[in-house]
């Protein structure tokens, strides 16, 4: 009997040990908070994962605009980068213009016009320098050094932006990468090795600093919309994105945009390609609010996958079920990142999660002690349970 309740005992006390070490690793990788699934599948998670697809698409949808202009023999990045700021500035900087008091364009223009503008221009020459890079490397190469931005992005958020992540947050990274090298892989196997190889460093050099352009302007376009606002942010990347755009336009293209046959099918095209863009600059903004910059360039990730997928009617390519794998991998590292927030340096136990600042995480703590306390008895009863066992069994021999 009693070697019976000690082996009772023992079972208790690895069913609590395995409980505490499952917990220290929760805690490790998620942070303090003790995750539920009604925590982890929200209806701010499910916002997120469309909105973030819908970027995706739009994006898809400006591949799919250029290649029907390349294949008409149309190569004008400027010219479409240009007419994309001329609609931000018709409307966001008009906006901007009717205000008044602080938030004026003419009293953010005294105050602020150096900081708009070095934001435009790296704005202006990320889009530029990885168009540019498709007439030196391959389509491989540019999908893989594109993810280039991803870690630039966090070391600037780190520094700048006081962002502080977990181990899940890196782990989840490194899945969406995963998924990102399924998706060269079967680009590969289908035969997709696409663009130029004439000068590949020169390609790959070009595409690590537009990775790093577009996280520096990732990064001041997280910091203006959370602090200011994004009418403001769009607004002054619509007005000096249309003057640096313009001026560049001028040098580089003078010579393309006069060939350039005018039909209706033409038209179509640009106006397709600005608007998709104009949505995905418009939107953007909305959702990097909601989570951050890195969190939007990790759903940016299937944005190749919808271009193929699209393709596979329009251009005819070749399709593996490796592609659905990298999907799936993708969104399932997307989900992983934005089920913990970040946190800032300044506050190391709050977050950036609306639905859990200030009364939720004081409901956290209490919810973290009450835990604890149990624990802490069931303890207690173990020990107790062990001693009575221990008692009773010298009582009978």
């Not at 901007?96 to 221009?121: C, D, H, P, S």
């Not at 079967?186 to 004439?198: I, T, W």
């Not at 399709?319 to 990298?326: A, D, N, P, R």
């Amino acid at each position: 009997m009693c070697k019976k309740m000690d082996r009772e005992v023992g079972e208790d006390s690895f069913a609590y040990g395995s409980l505490g070490t499952l917990s220290r690793w929760g805690k490790f990788l998620c942070g303090p908070r003790n995750l539920t699934l009604k925590d982890v599948f929200t209806w701010k998670l499910f916002k997120t994962i469309v909105m973030g697809q819908a970027l995706s698409m739009l994006i898809c949808g400006t591949a799919v605009t250029c290649q029907y202009l390349a294949d008409a023999g149309v190569e004008t990045p400027m010219l479409q980068s240009f007419l994309n700021y001329t609609l931000l500035l018709l409307t966001y900087t008009l906006v901007l213009a009717f205000r008044r008091g602080e938030n004026n364009i003419v009293q953010i223009l005294k105050t602020k016009w150096w900081k708009y503008f070095l934001m435009a221009l790296t704005d202006v020459e990320a889009n530029y320098t990885v168009v540019k890079a498709y007439q030196f490397t391959t389509l491989t190469s540019i999908q893989l050094l594109d993810c280039f931005v991803i870690p630039v992005l966090m070391v600037l958020s780190w520094i700048f932006l006081k962002t502080r992540y977990r181990p899940l947050h890196f782990a989840s990274v490194a899945v969406c990468l995963l998924g990102v090298g399924a998706m060269v892989g079967a680009d590969l196997l289908a035969g997709r090795d696409q663009g130029s190889s004439s000068h590949v460093l020169l390609g790959d050099g070009l595409v690590l600093v537009s990775a790093a352009l577009y996280a520096v302007s990732n990064v001041c376009q997280e910091h203006t919309v959370k602090n200011l606002s994004r009418v403001e942010f769009l607004g002054m990347i619509g007005l000096f994105g249309t003057l640096i755009s313009g001026l560049q336009m001028a040098f580089l293209e003078y010579e393309a945009i006069p060939v350039i046959t005018w039909n209706w099918r033409t038209c179509v095209l640009f106006v397709a390609y600005t608007l998709c863009m104009y949505g995905l600059y418009s939107f953007m903004p909305v959702v990097m609010k909601m989570t951050s910059a890195t969190a939007v360039n990790l759903s940016l990730l299937t944005a190749d996958l919808f271009s193929l997928f699209c393709g596979m009617f329009l251009f005819h390519y070749s399709f593996t079920g490796l592609y659905i794998v990298s999907f799936v991998v993708i969104t399932l590292g997307f989900i992983m990142f934005n089920v913990v927030p970040t946190y800032t340096a300044d506050q190391p136990y709050a977050t950036n999660d609306e639905a859990y600042h200030l009364a939720s995480s004081a409901d956290v703590q209490q919810e973290g002690g009450v835990v604890d306390r149990l624990q802490k008895e069931g303890h207690d009863d173990l020990e107790r349970t062990v001693f009575n066992h221990k008692a009773h069994c010298n009582g009978l021999y």
